[in-house]
């Protein structure tokens, strides 16, 4: 992972809006940059995205992703659902390109609005089996 985009969202409304993106080193991010998130944030749940091949299967980035959500729960003593990431980009840059961003997007800008997509996503998923 080079590059981790966060949301906020509410569950009430199911809505999430883009917050930041955290780079990584090494795969993980500054741990203190999440621990002040958290702190400024105060969420009662975590959801990381699982990203995983076309075709489904699971790829490297689908494991590091499950290592990075087994880390969190560990570090912030937080429950972290995991939710399907597959295509979320490709709809962030839809929606990018709708409102007229140039070809060349800020990377960081897809992966905050994508974190946003697979929240609402997650939410929308939940609210169905509740």
């Given at each position: 992972m080079r590059r981790i985009g966060v949301?906020?969202?509410?569950?009430?409304?199911?809505?999430?809006r883009p917050l930041t993106t955290l780079g990584c080193r090494n795969g993980a991010p500054?741990?203190?940059?999440?621990?002040?998130?958290?702190?400024e944030w105060r969420p009662v749940r975590l959801v990381v995205g699982l990203p995983r091949r076309l075709?489904?299967?699971e790829s490297d980035l689908t494991r590091a992703a499950r290592r990075f959500a087994n880390r969190l729960s560990g570090r912030f003593d937080l429950p972290v659902s995991t939710a399907e990431e597959q295509l979320s980009s490709v709809e962030a840059e839809r929606i990018l390109a709708e409102r007229g961003a140039?070809?060349?997007?800020d990377k960081g800008e897809v992966d905050r609005l994508a974190a946003a997509i697979i929240?609402?996503?997650y939410f929308s998923e939940r609210a169905h089996h509740d």
């Amino acid at each position: 992972m080079r590059r981790i985009g966060v949301a906020v969202g509410e569950t009430l409304t199911g809505s999430a809006r883009p917050l930041t993106t955290l780079g990584c080193r090494n795969g993980a991010p500054d741990w203190s940059v999440v621990a002040d998130l958290i702190r400024e944030w105060r969420p009662v749940r975590l959801v990381v995205g699982l990203p995983r091949r076309l075709d489904g299967e699971e790829s490297d980035l689908t494991r590091a992703a499950r290592r990075f959500a087994n880390r969190l729960s560990g570090r912030f003593d937080l429950p972290v659902s995991t939710a399907e990431e597959q295509l979320s980009s490709v709809e962030a840059e839809r929606i990018l390109a709708e409102r007229g961003a140039g070809r060349r997007r800020d990377k960081g800008e897809v992966d905050r609005l994508a974190a946003a997509i697979i929240l609402e996503s997650y939410f929308s998923e939940r609210a169905h089996h509740d």
